[in-house]
């Protein structure tokens, strides 16, 4: 999917993505090079940010609520999702963790009080080293490169953002364009005809607790075996 594509480019996160840029308070825009974009998300040293996403199809309907807290000062993040969904007429929910901190990975499902650990390897790619193989690359060259193009600058929840489309396949192969808000490296939104998701709260350098990224207690963890 060619969303992925760009996201991959200019993100570090799971699902969530990081390094663009924008005003409010940036210094950087769409012409900065990605080694400047880099920097200025670097000086970012924490936040928290609520995205509420909804998808619709014929055959699917789901919402959820997924709340980040990343801690980039400290090398740990954790992200909680409560989503409903349904398919086909069965109706599902699920509330899951993910916390990534001192060289582990916990997966976790809340409602079935489960989970897994894993350690992260040493061999892992850095999901910075494609930025820093660019960054004499500016972000509208990375952009266009994928096929996307700059739209404008637009608010949106009270960031002035850079709007970015770029063209995907939708259902059954039919051309999908998708409109991305970008700020400081984060995707405030993101929409297209098949979903939608944004940002509903957003705060940035603030102090976050450290049982944000504690495993609850009762919640069962086993360890994944380390791969070769």
Known sequence: MRTLN????????LMVALFTSCGGGSNTNADSKMGDV????AG????????????KSAEMKSTSIMTQWIDNENDR???YTDSQSEVMGMKSSEKSLMIMKEGWSYIINLSEKTGFKS???EMDE???DLIKSEDDVTFRQMIEKEGGKILANETFLGKDCIVVEVAEQGEEGQPMKTKM???KGIPLKMANDFYTMEATKFEENISIPDNKFEVP?????AEMPSMP
């Open 6 to 13: 760009v996201l991959s480019a200019v993100s570090f996160s």
């Open 181 to 183: 808000w970008y700020y």
């Open 38 to 41: 880099a920097k200025e998300m």
């Open 217 to 221: 207690a009762g919640i069962e963890i």
């Open 44 to 55: 970012m040293k924490t936040f928290m940010i609520e995205y509420k996403t909804s998808v």
């Open 126 to 128: 850095d999901p910075t």
């Open 119 to 121: 350690k992260d390897s």
């Open 77 to 79: 993040q954790a992200i």
